[in-house]
T-cell receptor, first 113, second 116 residues
Framework: NAGVTQTPKFRILKIGQSMTLQCAQDMNHNYMYWYRQDPGMGLKLIYYSVGAGITDKGEVPNGYNVSRSTTEDFPLRLELAAPSQTSVYFC????????????FGPGTRLTVL | GNSVTQMEGPVTLSEEAFLTINCTYTATGYPSLFWYVQYPGEGLQLLLKATKADDKGSNKGFEATYRKETTSFHLEKGSVQVSDSAVYFCALSDPDSGGSNYKLTFGKGTLLTVNP
């Protein structure tokens, strides 16, 4: 198993540009999550999904959108990039409600200039 | 709401020193508790966990005991190595947090540097 994979690893955007961060998992996990990690601030939940076709907002959803058309994929969309979205983004997955452990991808480092 | 408070870093130790990273929590229900580790340039990896009071999680020489009376889950290791240098996150998952669907609440992380 590859686990949780994320692309790209690094990206620089200009203000106002759009992009999609890709996340995929091959563990047949139902739950998937997007976090952002800012220096000294821990991880904040952006969006999550409990299954294909079901998504919901986390703590910091503004400026982002997600979709979950398949169990495997959970892309994160930034429509109008702003400097405040400069961060490291982590995708994670979890088997289901009976298993607590979340498995994390390697992250995408995004800079908005 | 739920929250996790971790000891402020950074922490710098010499090899073979004893490590403690304090973690306390606030939760509405009966949470599961976790320590995650993030090595430089990588994602988070689960280090250990405990799902009920008095449980002890352990892995790679690290230990943490779920103390409900003090709402704590302190991470300890008897003899650290240079390879333990990383950021350590305490986290909780609270099944009673309603619509949060078992999200993880993280502490801010503690940077550990171990010198030879």
């Amino acid at each position: 198993n590859a686990g949780v994979t994320q692309t790209p690893k690094f990206r620089i955007l200009k203000i106002g540009q759009s992009m999609t961060l890709q996340c995929a998992q091959d563990m047949n996990h139902n739950y998937m999550y997007w976090y952002r990690q800012d220096p000294g601030m821990g991880l904040k939940l952006i969006y999550y999904s409990v299954g294909a076709g079901i998504t919901d907002k986390g703590e910091v959803p503004n400026g982002y959108n997600v979709s979950r058309s398949t169990t495997e994929d959970f892309p994160l969309r930034l429509e109008l990039a702003a400097p405040s979205q400069t961060s490291v983004y982590f995708c994670a997955s979890r088997k289901d409600r009976f298993y607590n452990e979340q498995f994390f991808g390697p992250g995408t480092r995004l800079t908005v200039l | 709401g739920n929250s996790v408070t971790q000891m402020e870093g950074p922490v710098t130790l010499s090899e073979e020193a004893f490590l403690t990273i304090n973690c306390t929590y606030t939760a509405t229900g009966y949470p599961s508790l976790f320590w995650y580790v993030q090595y430089p340039g990588e994602g988070l990896q689960l280090l250990l966990k405990a799902t009920k009071a008095d449980d002890k999680g352990s892995n790679k020489g690290f230990e943490a005991t779920y103390r409900k009376e003090t709402t704590s889950f302190h991470l300890e290791k008897g003899s650290v190595q240079v390879s333990d240098s990383a950021v350590y996150f305490c986290a909780l998952s609270d099944p009673d947090s309603g619509g949060s669907n078992y999200k993880l609440t993280f502490g801010k992380g503690t940077l550990l540097t171990v010198n030879p």
